[in-house]
């Protein structure tokens, strides 16, 4: 699976929309982008997934640009509840596994 | 989505002895897997395991020190053996209901410490 790359951490305003970046360059065609989040002494969550076009759930939007190098996952109005460190994985079809980087630590300011 | 629940929810171990952790999934399931999170590390795959076969390990990984058992398609056990102070971590099972399956859900971890 491609490599992802993340920035360590970042700030973000309760209620305004949290923007995380990620880079996957060299991903592959039947490579999907997840996004996990893990709250303080919890399991990861699953947040959203993508292959090409941008996506939309009752969490988050994932925005992936046209040439899939890379991706933007956005917490529209975030909450102090949102504080997690967010995971950005490339997947590849038929791959059962996760490979885990070392993700972005978001921390929700009041 | 799936429930999943863990036992223990965190122990403390003498070294040398060996510690089996439960994972139960309210529903049947594909595949499950077990990871290891160190303090302050990411998670890493220690192996996956599905029912009716021998669970497949990742490099760095070995049968002996994480046996694993998965008897039926709800349940399965990951045994640390021969523990020492370097295995005080937070193990956690994840499941996926299918094969290629989009999501996986996660368990609550098991957090250990190795004294």
């Known amino acids: 699976d491609a490599k992802t790359t993340q920035p360590t951490s970042m700030d973000c305003a309760e209620g305004r929309a949290a923007n995380l970046p990620c880079n996957h360059s060299?991903?592959?065609?039947?490579?999907?982008v997840y996004w996990y989040r893990q709250i303080h002494s919890q399991g990861p969550q699953y947040i959203i997934h993508g292959l090409k076009n941008n996506e939309t759930n009752e969490m988050a939007s994932l925005i992936i640009t046209e040439d899939r190098k890379s991706s933007t996952l956005i917490l529209p109005h975030a909450t102090l509840r949102d504080t997690a460190v967010y995971y950005c994985?490339?997947?590849?079809?038929?791959?059962?596994?996760?490979?885990f980087g070392t993700g972005t630590r978001l921390t929700i300011i009041p | 989505s799936a429930v999943i629940s863990q036992k223990p929810s965190r122990d403390i171990c003498q070294r040398g002895t060996s510690l089996t952790i439960q994972c139960q999934v309210d529903s049947q399931v594909t595949m499950m897997f077990w990871y290891r999170q160190q303090p302050g590390q990411s998670l890493t795959l220690i192996a996956t395991?599905?029912?009716?076969?021998?669970?497949?390990?990742e490099s760095g990984f070995v049968i002996d020190k994480f046996p694993i058992s998965r008897p039926n398609l709800t349940f399965s056990t990951l045994t640390v053996s021969n523990m020492s102070p370097e295995d005080s971590s937070i193990y956690l099972c994840?499941?996926?209901?299918?094969?290629?399956?989009?999501?996986?859900?996660f368990g609550p971890g098991t957090r250990l410490t190795v004294t």
């Open positions: 060299t991903i592959s065609g039947n490579e999907y």
């Open positions: 395991a599905n029912q009716g076969s021998e669970a497949t390990y």
């Open positions: 994985i490339v997947r590849g079809v038929g791959n059962e596994k996760l490979t």
């Open positions: 994840s499941v996926s209901r299918t094969s290629g399956g989009y999501e996986q859900y």
